[in-house]
């Protein structure tokens, strides 16, 4: 069956539409969070690797964790952890529960540089809304999120809000 006969694709149906306007918006808010793109600075996925790892519990801390957290495969966490653990930002240890796998702990130095988190700065734009406008934009990421867990996909047992 000829694709194009099969009705409008998912760009065609939203790319006039608000939702894919908003979606746009939201991306460019996070991407211009990230100003130092150099390969000497702490990379996005590395960055959402700290902050993973600065809220999850040490049974949670191990690289199927973080990869299912973010919803992407092994091998590209691998090779983040080892770039951190490189820069000091994170050590490897034994994981007592399952002798083939290895708890990721952010070292001081990791817990520091998270001082440094970009997206701290949308975070302080978000405090600036009013609190009613934070709150439905708060609500609004959790429904996205629910969302996104309803089509089959498995919830990640980290809470944004703590």
Do not use: C
Not at 85 to 106: E, M, T
Not at 130 to 153: C, H, P, T, W, Y
Request: aromatic letters at 4%; charged letters at 25%; hydrophobic letters at 40%.
């Amino acid at each position: 069956m000829d694709p194009l006969s099969m009705g409008e694709s998912k760009l065609e149906r939203h790319s006039t539409g608000r939702a894919l306007a908003s979606a746009v918006l939201l991306e460019k808010v996070v991407r211009d969070a990230y100003e130092k793109r150099q390969s000497s600075e702490v990379q996005p996925l590395q960055w959402s690797i700290l902050r993973y790892l600065s809220m999850s519990s040490e049974d949670r801390s191990t690289i199927s964790w973080i990869a299912g957290f973010l919803g992407i495969t092994h091998a590209p966490v691998v090779r983040a952890v080892k770039t951190l653990q490189q820069r000091n930002y994170v050590a490897l240890h034994p994981n007592p529960a399952d002798g083939r796998s290895k708890i990721v702990r952010l070292s001081e130095q990791g817990l520091a540089q998270l001082n440094d988190d970009p997206l701290l700065a949308v975070a302080e734009r978000i405090e600036m809304l009013a609190e009613d406008e934070k709150m439905a934009l708060i609500s609004s990421v959790k429904q996205l999120i629910s969302n996104r867990n309803f089509e089959g996909e498995e919830s990640d047992g980290v809470d944004p809000s703590r």
